[in-house]
């Protein structure tokens, strides 16, 4: 359902969402305290006019924004409201990761209200507008590094990087082939984005995923769901953050630094991908690919480099145990530690209660609750939202 076939006024939206919901008619009536003379029908059928302060009751009543029903947030632009309404369009994706989406969602809009919204240090640095999308992505991606001031260093903590400019990143198991999710709401009137990862690839593919995710990000390519899966893309936003992704990780003048160095050092091909993959933290294919695509590697190099298991280089190169050491933990499903922390420091001034911090952990509250206590945090009071 596009935003096109939405209904376009307040009671067309209440009488869609009135039948995807739980509430009653008699309910309905019973907020708007109506007089004897009117009835729900009328209401609906645009014949009894709605206040402001009848407009609040309702949405209240339905559990959606008040700018939901007054058209200011486009019914299809809030994904609680989507999900509701069966109008997200994100073929073979879990409604369940959806639904934990929108969890993390409306959390981080009440969180901000508690502690403030974060401004990007990335406010005002705007990205690539080059029609070559895939020289954008590579533009752009410098710009980042450049606004944070990366240099030409490795980034070690990507997640806490995505997470400084304002976007949610969580890991869960999803579907074999689809490597993450890009979920964009508009409830509180601006853009907001949860980025999610599959917990199913190696660490190095969820680096990679997680780059490609933050292009669609900063662009704010199109899409309430954006599904980055296993072909190769096609889409010219999907190359520009393809391309975004692999000069975010591994910048071309560092990779040809690092190539410089292995040749003065007489470093083999196999040794120096194993290096490269480690230092980066890529996949032993991207890798290869920026080797190529730079020029530093034939095809026939790559190709018989392909044929050579991961196990087999990093044993070479005497990085089996750092790469072990990497790999663990990289199945385990995790929630924001950047929402997490948000709640945790809520919960401590009594602004919160736990099954805020245990909604966003996706765990039970029991298990949260003997869990703050023993980390120490007392308890807020019982009206903590």
Same mark, same amino acid.
């Given at each position: 359902?596009?935003?096109?076939?939405?209904?376009? $006024?307040?009671?067309?939206?209440?009488? %869609?969402?009135?039948?995807?919901?739980?509430?009653?008619?008699?309910?309905?009536?019973?907020?708007?305290?109506? +007089?004897?003379?009117?009835?729900?029908?009328?209401?609906?059928?645009?014949?009894?006019?709605?206040?402001?302060?009848?407009?609040?009751?309702? &949405?209240?009543?339905?559990?959606?924004?008040? /700018?939901?029903? /007054?058209?200011?947030?486009?019914?299809?632009?809030?994904?609680?409201?989507? %999900?509701?309404?069966?109008?997200?369009? &994100?073929?073979?994706?879990?409604?369940?990761?959806?639904?934990?989406?929108? =969890?993390?969602?409306?959390?981080? &809009?009440? %969180?901000?209200?508690?502690?403030?919204?974060?401004?990007? +240090?990335?406010?005002?640095?705007?990205?690539?507008?080059?029609?070559?999308?895939?020289?954008?992505?590579?533009?752009?991606?410098?710009?980042?590094?450049?606004?944070?001031?990366?240099?030409?260093? @490795?980034? @070690?903590?990507?997640?806490?990087?995505?997470?400084?400019?304002?976007? @949610?990143?969580?890991?869960?198991?999803?579907?074999?082939?689809?490597?993450?999710?890009?979920?964009?709401?508009?409830?509180?009137?601006? +853009? =907001?984005?949860?980025?999610?990862?599959?917990?199913?690839?190696?660490? =190095?593919?969820?680096?990679? /995923?997680?780059?490609?995710?933050?292009?669609?990000?900063?662009?704010?390519?199109?899409?309430?769901?954006?599904?980055?899966?296993?072909?190769?893309?096609?889409?010219?936003?999907?190359?520009?953050?393809?391309?975004?992704?692999?000069?975010?990780?591994? @910048?071309?003048?560092?990779?040809?630094?690092?190539?410089?160095? &292995?040749?003065?050092?007489?470093? $083999?091909?196999?040794?120096?991908?194993?290096?490269?993959?480690?230092?980066?933290?890529? $996949?032993?294919?991207?890798?290869?690919?920026?080797?190529?695509?730079?020029?530093?590697?034939?095809?026939?190099?790559?190709?018989?480099?392909?044929?050579?298991?991961?196990?087999? %280089?990093?044993?070479?190169?005497?990085?089996?145990?750092?790469? !072990?050491?990497?790999?663990?933990?990289?199945?385990?499903?995790?929630? $924001?530690?950047?929402?997490?922390?948000?709640?945790?420091?809520?919960?401590?001034?009594?602004?919160?209660?736990?099954?805020?911090?245990?909604?966003?952990?996706?765990?039970?509250?029991?298990?949260?609750?003997? !869990?703050?206590?023993?980390?120490?945090?007392?308890? +807020?009071?019982?009206?903590?939202?």
């Amino acid at each position: 359902m596009s935003d096109g076939t939405m209904p376009s $006024s307040p009671v067309g939206r209440i009488e %869609l969402l009135l039948g995807h919901s739980d509430v009653s008619r008699a309910d309905l009536a019973r907020v708007l305290d109506l +007089p004897r003379d009117v009835t729900v029908d009328d209401v609906l059928a645009g014949d009894y006019p709605l206040s402001p302060t009848d407009l609040v009751a309702i &949405a209240d009543l339905l559990d959606v924004p008040v /700018t939901v029903l /007054t058209g200011q947030v486009p019914m299809d632009r809030h994904l609680g409201v989507s %999900l509701r309404l069966g109008a997200v369009e &994100a073929a073979d994706v879990p409604t369940g990761a959806l639904q934990y989406a929108d =969890t993390l969602l409306g959390y981080r &809009a009440l %969180l901000d209200s508690w502690l403030g919204s974060v401004c990007s +240090p990335l406010a005002g640095i705007g990205m690539s507008t080059d029609s070559y999308f895939m020289r954008a992505g590579q533009k752009s991606a410098q710009r980042v590094r450049d606004g944070l001031r990366l240099g030409e260093d @490795p980034i @070690p903590d990507l997640v806490g990087l995505i997470e400084r400019l304002g976007f @949610p990143v969580v890991f869960l198991p999803l579907p074999e082939g689809m490597h993450g999710l890009n979920v964009r709401d508009e409830r509180e009137g601006t +853009p =907001t984005r949860v980025i999610i990862v599959s917990t199913l690839g190696p660490w =190095t593919q969820q680096r990679y /995923t997680l780059a490609h995710e933050l292009c669609h990000a900063l662009y704010d390519d199109a899409g309430q769901v954006i599904v980055d899966l296993v072909e190769v893309p096609e889409r010219l936003p999907e190359l520009r953050a393809e391309s975004f992704a692999r000069h975010l990780l591994l @910048p071309a003048e560092a990779l040809a630094e690092d190539v410089r160095q &292995a040749l003065k050092e007489n470093t $083999s091909q196999e040794v120096l991908t194993a290096r490269l993959m480690v230092r980066w933290g890529m $996949s032993k294919q991207a890798v290869l690919r920026a080797l190529e695509k730079d020029g530093h590697a034939t095809p026939k190099e790559v190709a018989a480099l392909q044929g050579r298991p991961v196990g087999q %280089l990093m044993a070479r190169a005497g990085l089996t145990e750092q790469w !072990q050491i990497l790999s663990a933990g990289q199945a385990e499903p995790s929630g $924001s530690p950047w929402l997490v922390s948000r709640a945790l420091e809520a919960y401590g001034k009594g602004w919160v209660g736990a099954h805020v911090v245990a909604d966003l952990l996706d765990q039970d509250l029991e298990t949260t609750e003997r !869990q703050l206590v023993a980390q120490g945090w007392a308890a +807020p009071d019982s009206g903590a939202d």
